[in-house]
């Protein structure tokens, strides 16, 4: 192969805006969980279940992400492509509503799931009870552990998921727009 059918074949697949926007949602999904783990690893703010919830998109989209941008760049049908995007969109959506859920639980804007917000209840006899708060350390779903900006980690979940989403409507657009 010739470095010039190298060149064109590699700017074919680098100019397909399908490509690129599943690769942007796989590396911003990737970047997302590893300041999530390093927060968690190395700042030590434990996340709560709300939190960890809301990594599942994440989850999602970075292998769905990869896999996108392999079958746009080896021309596989749009159908594939778009159902991909569309995929992404709904879990970025998703997930931008439950980091909006999760940021008005932080603010006491409505009571959140009883598990991570409600009144600690059914803490054994009294002769275990030093021994079992001890051993358990209840991270509150209402509790906001860090802020920068004024928002909390739920509010820039937000506000990535939502840019995600965007990313994902540009690649639906894209993918329409090229023919098989």
Same mark, same amino acid.
């Given at each position: 192969?010739?470095?010039?059918?190298?060149?064109?074949?590699?700017?074919?697949?680098?100019?397909? $805006?399908?490509? *690129?926007?599943?690769?942007?949602? !796989? =590396?911003?999904?990737? #970047?997302? &969980? /590893?300041? +999530? %783990?390093?927060?968690?690893?190395?700042?030590?703010?434990?996340?709560?279940?709300?939190?960890?919830?809301?990594?599942?998109?994440?989850?999602?989209?970075?292998?769905?992400?990869?896999?996108?941008?392999?079958?746009?760049?080896?021309?596989? $049908?749009?159908? *594939?492509?778009?159902?991909?995007? !569309? =995929?992404?969109?709904? #879990?970025? &959506? /998703?997930? +931008? %509503?439950?980091?909006?859920?999760?940021?008005?639980?932080?603010?006491?804007?409505?009571?959140?799931?009883?598990?991570?917000?409600?009144?600690?209840?059914?803490?054994?006899?009294?002769?275990?009870?030093?021994?079992?708060?001890?051993?358990?350390?209840?991270?509150?779903?209402?509790?906001?552990?860090?802020?920068?900006?004024?928002?909390? &980690? /739920?509010?820039?979940?937000?506000?990535?998921?939502?840019?995600?989403?965007?990313?994902?409507?540009?690649?639906?657009?894209?993918?329409?727009?090229?023919?098989?």
């Amino acid at each position: 192969m010739t470095s010039d059918a190298v060149h064109s074949s590699h700017a074919r697949h680098a100019a397909d $805006p399908a490509v *690129v926007a599943a690769l942007a949602i !796989a =590396v911003v999904a990737a #970047a997302t &969980l /590893a300041g +999530a %783990w390093f927060f968690e690893l190395v700042l030590d703010i434990r996340p709560c279940p709300l939190c960890l919830e809301q990594r599942y998109a994440y989850y999602l989209a970075l292998p769905l992400g990869l896999l996108i941008a392999f079958a746009a760049s080896r021309r596989a $049908p749009r159908q *594939v492509v778009l159902a991909g995007f !569309a =995929v992404l969109l709904l #879990a970025a &959506l /998703a997930n +931008a %509503w439950l980091g909006g859920y999760h940021a008005g639980v932080e603010w006491q804007f409505w009571q959140g799931p009883t598990d991570c917000s409600g009144p600690i209840a059914d803490l054994g006899s009294a002769g275990t009870l030093l021994q079992r708060l001890d051993t358990v350390k209840v991270i509150r779903c209402d509790e906001v552990q860090w802020r920068f900006l004024g928002l909390s &980690l /739920a509010g820039y979940n937000v506000l990535i998921s939502l840019a995600m989403a965007v990313i994902a409507v540009w690649g639906i657009v894209s993918a329409r727009r090229v023919v098989s």
